[in-house]
């Protein structure tokens, strides 16, 4: 078939690639010149199968209120006149339920362990170069209620199986030297050796490449305005390039605009409840010597990770519900920081920070929509949250097994319309 992918971030590009491999004709359509220049281009930079716990569980609320009122809080929500965020909220509630809770860790295993193997094969048979590291990640925790909290998700992760360990403090700074000035802050941690960092829009662009080089086509700065719907099917998507707006066409389309999917889904009477969560990182170019760390590291207490990319430093995380809105918070930023400093007081960097947002597309459950709409030529693969980078090579693969008539491999609540 002839398959119209919109978005060229890390999920589109997947898309993409994994389509032209099982024999179709791909053209991918992105309004940005580059692939992978929103929310792909710098993210935390993790591989992290161990993220599984979703946002929503049955202990988020006490730690919302107690960060109600701080500009620099882990999760920072800022209401607004908008329908849309607060029947978000209202789902997002529904989900801190126990059992939704458990159900969901398991379909995000489910889905982020086949896409690590995904990954891994993608990059053994193209040999992709992205400073990808394969030493595993390692939660922090200063709080030892905390830690109590986080043992009991990582034992269901566990029980899904995930390699997610309990560390003491000796074992994470063994398993991170890096560590040793900041032994003081730590009461213990988990380690998932199987996990992986890497520069996400380094991937995407390399795999772009190579898909261009497969006869996939790229339509880059071109905005798409609209999907148009032609009964019980779409009969086009209407984009505007150098040339002024036209209609391009196709036997199926794949949404794969993160936060934006909303926006164009909506007229045609295809609700998501995919609201845009903002994430902050820092990168810092590390001095030659500098006591940085080289194993990815998760900070739980403040939402922040930390990943080695060559010579860089990524600082990530946080979320902040705010709209689509895109400027940089001072403060936020300043937060990434000063908590470098706190677990690094040695680290050294040349020049200035280099501070970037992202919009995640964030859903209730933190499980993306990936399959058919009730337009039987329309599909999506979008919804990611946290975990678009983790996921992007499975939630491919397994669209376009979806897409052949072919049941996708991992045990996850695919779109059935």
């Known amino acids: 078939m002839r398959i119209l992918v919109l978005g060229a971030g890390v999920v589109g590009t997947t898309s993409a690639w994994y389509l032209a491999r099982a024999g179709h004709q791909v053209t991918v359509v992105d309004r940005q010149p580059i692939p992978g220049n929103e929310t792909s281009f710098a993210n935390g930079g993790q591989i992290s199968v161990s993220h599984a716990e979703p946002w929503a569980n049955p202990h988020v609320l006490p730690r919302v209120l107690k960060w109600l009122g701080r500009e620099d809080a882990p999760l920072l929500w800022r209401w607004r006149a908008d329908p849309a965020q607060l029947a978000w909220g209202l789902r997002f509630l529904r989900e801190c339920l126990p059992g939704r809770t458990r159900r969901n860790i398991g379909a995000i295993v489910a889905l982020a362990l086949y896409s690590r193997s995904c990954l891994q094969s993608l990059r053994r048979e193209?040999?992709?170069?992205?400073?990808?590291?394969?030493?595993?990640?390692?939660?922090?925790?200063?709080d030892r209620d905390e830690y109590a909290l986080a043992r009991e998700a990582a034992k269901t992760m566990r029980e899904f199986g995930l390699d997610r360990t309990p560390?003491?403090?000796d074992r994470c700074v063994e398993i991170e030297p890096a560590?040793?000035?900041?032994?003081?802050?730590?009461?213990?941690?988990?380690?998932?050796?199987?996990?992986?960092?890497?520069?996400?829009?380094?991937?995407?662009?390399?795999?772009?490449?190579?898909?261009?080089a497969a006869g996939v086509e790229f339509r880059l700065a071109t905005a798409i305005e609209r999907i148009a719907p032609g009964g019980r099917q779409i009969a086009g998507v209407v984009a505007s390039g150098g040339n002024g707006p036209e209609l391009l066409t196709a036997d199926a389309y794949v949404v794969a605009l993160g936060s934006w999917s909303p926006r164009l889904l909506r007229p045609l009477g295809v609700g998501l409840p995919v609201y845009p969560a903002?994430?902050?990182?820092?990168?810092?170019?590390?001095?030659?010597?500098?006591?940085?760390?080289?194993?990815?590291l998760t900070d739980d207490e403040r939402k922040l990770v930390f990943s080695r990319l060559g010579n860089r430093l990524r600082i990530a995380g946080t979320a902040e519900f705010n709209g689509h809105d895109l400027d940089l918070n001072p403060v936020r930023c300043a937060a990434l920081i000063d908590r470098a400093r706190q677990w690094f007081p040695h680290l050294e960097s040349e020049g200035e920070p280099r501070f970037w947002c992202g919009l995640r597309p964030a859903t209730p459950s933190n499980l993306p929509y990936i399959g058919r709409t009730r337009y039987t030529n329309l599909w999506l693969n979008t919804g990611h949250g946290t975990l678009g980078w983790t996921m992007s090579c499975g939630s491919a693969a397994a669209l376009a097994d979806l897409v052949d008539g072919r049941r996708p491999a991992p045990d996850f609540p695919f779109l059935r319309c």
Do not use: C, M, N
């Open 126 to 142: 193209l040999g992709l170069e992205y400073d990808h590291l394969e030493r595993g990640i390692l939660h922090l925790y200063t």
């Open 167 to 169: 560390v003491d403090v």
């Open 278 to 296: 903002k994430g902050y990182s820092a990168t810092l170019t590390l001095a030659d010597g500098s006591p940085a760390p080289t194993v990815s």
């Open 179 to 212: 560590l040793a000035d900041a032994r003081h802050l730590l009461v213990g941690g988990d380690y998932t050796p199987s996990d992986e960092s890497g520069d996400a829009h380094k991937f995407t662009r390399a795999l772009a490449e190579r898909a261009q």
